[in-house]
């Protein structure tokens, strides 16, 4: 599948970090995690950590699949807003998906700080109406959040104008929220993972699987032979080739990025990621190498050549869409990029055991928030391998559709 094309920053700034050996013989593992990207990744530290023997596989380069295009902000706020959730799963389910999205960024946090990644930066949210019929909306997004205990609050058009300096009806801004570097924290954690012991193999394409009652053997493209216990499908949106192609939406998003701006010339206001009720909706962060990332614009078609041509327009949309919100800060574009990604109905990520392959786990982060939904499905995933109950797996499983 072609996931992305352009220039994804991530990938010009950081280039080809490690190498990872291809996979000259057969092999065997208690798991085998198919996806090397931040699900495979997380999916493996978790696996690790809990002395869990398994090898990662992954058809490209480690990273090179939807990851390194990311933007990499991470926000408790999914694409569907919780008091629309709650009418689709009920009020505790959708409350309890909103707290694990928000606990899975402090795990993320925790996660870099033990493995010594330091391109993790909390950053509040702000979420602001596009237009003035949203403001009913807004109101009654920021009330769910506030009588569950997330730290909000309800911001009228002149506070935005003063704190962030845009003109927006209303806004809701998060204490809560972050950003990373998706593409650097997975070779950080495939780093971590390999020293204790945890094998990594890229350029390995699994053309066969083969689910029995006790175990799953995998053919890769040279007719070598892996087998495993269990298999954790973190292969992202190329999951269409293993479940129900109706289970995903396959949309194309596009990015650009601005040249870095000077020292003293860079002052984003408030400091925060910024994102709005339009849909598709815009969003807006920063990098550590003070720069400013624009996405959004997405159409609802997977078809890469037709996603591509629209390449050129949609960065000029993207562009003009950052000057009418900032008309005085002077944006020069450096890179632009688009990709695919996937979403669900609920918006929520498919995580867990597909019931006709036996021994299958999925990781399957759909929607804006894939890297919070990887790291909850490396935990629930892990949990299920060890024969544990956890309660917060049915929120994900494939039965819930
Ligand atoms: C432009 C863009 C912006 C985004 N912005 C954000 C954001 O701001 N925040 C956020 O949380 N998420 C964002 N996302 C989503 C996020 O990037 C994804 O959820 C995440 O990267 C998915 O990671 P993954 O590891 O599941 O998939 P991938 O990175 O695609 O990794 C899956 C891997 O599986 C391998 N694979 C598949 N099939 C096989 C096979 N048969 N044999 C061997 N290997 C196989 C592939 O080669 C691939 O490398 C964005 C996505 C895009 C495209």
Same mark, same amino acid.
């Given at each position: 599948?072609?996931?992305k094309?352009?220039?994804?920053?991530?990938?010009?700034?950081?280039?080809?970090?490690?190498?990872?050996?291809?996979?000259?013989?057969?092999?065997?593992s208690?798991?085998i995690?198919l996806?090397?990207?931040?699900?495979?990744?997380?999916?493996?530290?978790?696996l690790?950590?809990?002395?869990?023997?398994?090898?990662?596989?992954?058809?490209?380069?480690?990273?090179?699949?939807?990851?390194?295009?990311?933007?990499?902000?991470?926000?408790?706020?999914?694409?569907?807003?919780?008091?629309?959730?709650?009418?689709m799963?009920?009020y505790?389910?959708?409350?309890?998906?909103?707290?694990?999205?928000?606990?899975?960024?402090?795990?993320?946090?925790?996660?870099?700080?033990e493995?010594g990644?330091?391109?993790?930066?909390?950053?509040?949210? %702000?979420?602001?109406?596009?237009?003035k019929? $949203? *403001?009913?909306?807004? +109101?009654e997004?920021?009330? @769910?959040?506030? &009588?569950?205990?997330?730290?909000?609050? %309800?911001?009228?058009?002149?506070?935005?104008? $003063? *704190?962030?300096?845009? +003109?927006?009806?209303?806004? @809701?801004?998060s &204490?809560?929220?972050?950003?990373?570097?998706?593409?650097?924290?997975?070779?950080?954690?495939?780093?971590?993972?390999? +020293?204790?012991?945890?094998?990594?193999?890229?350029?390995?394409?699994?053309?066969?699987?083969?689910?029995?009652?006790?175990?799953?053997?995998?053919?890769?493209?040279? +007719?070598k032979?892996i087998?495993?216990?269990?298999?954790?499908?973190?292969?992202?949106?190329?999951?269409?080739?293993?479940?129900?192609?109706?289970?995903?939406?396959?949309?194309?998003?596009?990015?650009?990025?601005s040249?870095?701006?000077?020292d003293?010339?860079?002052?984003?206001?408030?400091e925060?990621l910024?994102?709005?009720?339009?849909?598709?909706?815009?969003?807006?962060?920063?990098?550590?190498?003070?720069?400013?990332?624009?996405?959004?614009?997405?159409?609802?078609?997977?078809?890469?050549?037709?996603?591509?041509?629209?390449l050129?327009?949609?960065?000029?949309?993207?562009?003009?869409?950052?000057k009418?919100i900032?008309?005085d800060?002077?944006?020069?574009?450096?890179?632009?990029?688009?990709?695919?990604?996937?979403?669900?109905?609920?918006?929520?990520?498919?995580?867990?055991?597909?019931?006709?392959?036996?021994?299958?786990?999925f990781?399957?982060?759909?929607?804006?928030?894939?890297?919070?939904?990887?790291?909850?499905?490396?935990e629930?995933?892990?949990?299920?391998?060890?024969g544990?109950?956890?309660?917060?797996?049915?929120?994900?499983?494939?039965?819930?559709?």
């Amino acid at each position: 599948m072609d996931l992305k094309s352009g220039f994804p920053y991530w990938l010009i700034k950081n280039g080809l970090p490690y190498s990872y050996p291809t996979l000259e013989d057969s092999l065997e593992s208690e798991v085998i995690v198919l996806g090397g990207g931040i699900s495979g990744a997380l999916s493996a530290f978790y696996l690790t950590e809990a002395g869990i023997d398994c090898a990662v596989v992954d058809a490209r380069s480690i990273g090179l699949g939807s990851t390194c295009s990311s933007t990499s902000l991470l926000q408790y706020e999914i694409d569907t807003p919780l008091c629309k959730l709650q009418k689709m799963i009920g009020y505790q389910n959708a409350v309890r998906s909103y707290q694990l999205c928000a606990n899975a960024i402090d795990k993320l946090k925790e996660i870099a700080v033990e493995i010594g990644f330091d391109k993790f930066e909390y950053k509040k949210s %702000l979420y602001y109406a596009a237009d003035k019929k $949203d *403001i009913s909306f807004l +109101k009654e997004e920021y009330k @769910i959040r506030k &009588e569950n205990n997330f730290d909000v609050i %309800l911001l009228d058009e002149r506070t935005i104008g $003063d *704190i962030f300096g845009f +003109k927006a009806p209303a806004a @809701i801004l998060s &204490e809560l929220g972050a950003q990373t570097d998706a593409y650097s924290f997975t070779h950080a954690l495939h780093q971590h993972n390999l +020293k204790k012991g945890t094998k990594v193999f890229d350029r390995v394409t699994i053309t066969k699987i083969r689910h029995n009652k006790d175990e799953v053997i995998l053919t890769t493209q040279n +007719k070598k032979r892996i087998k495993a216990k269990k298999l954790i499908y973190a292969v992202g949106y190329e999951a269409v080739n293993f479940i129900n192609k109706k289970l995903v939406n396959l949309n194309s998003t596009y990015a650009i990025i601005s040249e870095d701006f000077d020292d003293d010339n860079f002052a984003w206001p408030g400091e925060v990621l910024i994102w709005n009720t339009d849909d598709p909706y815009l969003y807006l962060r920063t990098t550590k190498d003070r720069r400013i990332i624009i996405g959004g614009r997405d159409e609802k078609f997977y078809n890469p050549r037709k996603r591509d041509k629209l390449l050129n327009s949609k960065s000029v949309g993207l562009e003009k869409d950052f000057k009418r919100i900032f008309p005085d800060i002077p944006f020069n574009k450096e890179y632009q990029w688009t990709g695919t990604f996937g979403s669900t109905k609920d918006g929520l990520p498919f995580i867990g055991p597909y019931k006709s392959l036996p021994n299958s786990f999925f990781s399957l982060g759909f929607g804006g928030n894939g890297i919070i939904f990887s790291q909850i499905a490396a935990e629930i995933n892990r949990d299920l391998i060890l024969g544990k109950e956890n309660p917060d797996a049915r929120l994900f499983s494939f039965e819930r559709t």
